[in-house]
């Protein structure tokens, strides 16, 4: 568990904080993380760190990854941000209703004998050019990137940590947004 | 009832309500992370449009008819006769669309963010997979109507998907089975949107949201 330091602490703060952790008999070692000073605590009784809430130069606690506290709380703050979202949301979606509404065609049981000329929704575009360029070859590449694109955690392997690593990572991500800018150009000029 | 029966019954009543109030403070007292914040409330938006579609979803069940004889008027008449019908199937329909955008706009992040290395992977899985079934819920929804749009774009979804070497054939042969687009098509389409994706979708929700809690956002780690 980790005690995180508010910045810029004094070194007496960060001793009391430490004999405070002590009287609770937990075992403590100061670190210097990527987001400043903290406490590693640990001891039987992991549980009593939290009675350091409120201590004088404590910013959070953190229990493995998850923050315990210095966060906001879910109830009212976080439900409250929530439902004004929603609201928004519904606001919005009914103005789209109201002014771009969704269209309905003629009946489709009534024409059946000639095909209309519609334009393909906007997400089967790229597709269709890729269809009409390459074939199923082109599909069958485009099913590939979809597969690729869910083992990602598999795919990217870089360490970030080494010049060589970071490097990889980064042509990874040139890598995807030019693909999905591709992506976009065919769905925008590609075929109906 | 005797006196010791009912003091049995009020007192299973208070420790129920007791374990009730316990349970409400547990979640009271949770905290979002503080860097949840900015685009990370992508995440929450596409979780309330999924919610919008299930309920203007089921108030538009309410009206349809997954036959083709009937799916075309079933619709028109929502459209026209029912109070507040046309609100409801456009609110239905942009919130498809923009539960498509707005995933869409998550997996991106998480790509540049490589929010989907260790411990993430989940989360990222889940994400493509919410982007893909927000597509199907799209491509599903568009055949229902049963007009000539409709039936367009399901008919060239289908020779695409046929067209995929391997799985392609045995998907679209899935969700049309016939030679043509027919009653059967209708009632697969209607199936797939109603009951299987609302269900898978809520599935990787619900997974999702306890990878987050358990794993945090990427930077919680000090």
Known sequence: MMVLLHDGVDQATVDAVIARAEELGLSVAPVEGRRGRALAVSGPELGRALALRGTPGVAEILTRRTALAGGEPLWPHFVLRVTTLFLLLLATLALLAGFLPPGLGDDGGAVRDHAPTVTTEWYLRAPSAIDDRLGSTGLLLLGLLWAAL???PLVDRFDAQTPAGRTGALAVRVLGLAVVAALVLLGVVGSP | MSASKLRGARGAVLGA????????????????SPRYRGLHWLSATAVLLFFVQLVTGVLLALYYDADPGSAYSSTRFLMVDVPAGWLVRGMHAWAGELLVIVVLAHVVRQFLRRAYLRPREGEWVLGVLLLLIALAFRFTGRLLPWDDIGLAVAQRGLDLIHAVPIAGPVLAAWLSPGEALGPDTLSRFFATHVLVL?????LCIAVSVGLVARHGLKGDEP
């Open chain 2, 17 to 32: 309500r007791s374990r009730l109030a316990a349970l409400l403070a547990e979640i009271g007292s949770v905290r979002v």
């Open chain 1, 150 to 152: 869910l083992f990602m």
């Open chain 2, 198 to 202: 609302p269900w898978i979708t809520a």
